[in-house]
């Protein structure tokens, strides 16, 4: 089962600004935000609950929509903006991430795994290539959801590039695509997935605290939650220099690289509204989950991602 897996390796161890508008340093979207904080709110805003994309404060109903434009602009160059986002670490983040999953099983059936936000399939076709080469295994099944069906196309793209994409294969039949909405996964049975994943998603959830409760319904007793996400750099003079890599040159490239700096500036301004480690690891306890031992994740280069797990208890 999933959870064996984690706990072994434990004890081992968004708006989008139209091109027209003014460049946003991160000391000018700080103002931004402090004043928007400071506004007093209308009745009427009373009955609207609001959320956060990147430094602007929207309603929930428009966040999935300006979500979505982001992600549909970026789906074709989603490897190149997250090397941008990482200097090109994901790859190694993402390899790490899988192995202290420790995914698969010799035995029939197999896993069921749920990959929420992996439109493209970096996680999916990962954990697929990890099951099969460490432990024989060719039954464990990968489900790859997102709600966002351009992310779901270059999936399916690069599904066929992989032994897992053609169904008549013979490791055909382990992958699946499903268009959903991670906070409201009614086409997923409860209590019926042994690991669910979400790799640099989660942070775009309008309701973060609905997803993992949706997380915890879907997965069976004893099954994993693992969640990699960017996360707060714990070295000061480390993060100012981060900040202003950022801040600074991450937007610029998206503009020069993918002719869209709106989208970028958005994504490093999602990074830094992120919950702290420690303010996630107690979402997820929240939620119903049984966190690790000691911190409850693991910091990847110094804080700029994070590793996050929970075991759904028997």
Sequence with gaps: MASKSIW??????????????????????????QQQAEQPTSNASDTTRTTHFGFETVSESAKQSKVASVF???????????????LGIHRLWKDTFVRSINPGTPHAPGWKVLDIAGGTGDIAFRILDYATAIHNDQHTHVTISDINPAMLAEGKKRSLQTPYGTPSGAAGGRLNFLEANAEDLQEVGSASIDLYTVAFGIRNFTNKEKALREAHRVLKPGGAFACLEFSKVNNRAFDAIY????????????????????????????????????????????AGFIVPKGKGWEDLTGGIAAIHKGVKPI
């Design 8 to 33: 072994r390796a434990a004890a081992r161890s968004k708006r989008i600004p139209t091109s027209k508008e003014p460049y946003r340093c991160f000391s000018c979207s700080i103002r931004q935000t």
């Design 72 to 86: 549909s602009s970026v789906a074709s160059s989603y490897d190149t903006m997250n090397d941008l986002m990482s």
């Design 243 to 286: 900040k202003r890599w950022s801040f600074g040159a991450i937007p610029l490239i998206g503009q020069l690289v993918a002719g869209d700096r709106a989208s970028y500036q958005y994504l490093v301004e999602s990074i830094e509204r992120f919950p702290s480690q420690e303010e996630f690891r107690d979402m997820i306890q929240e």
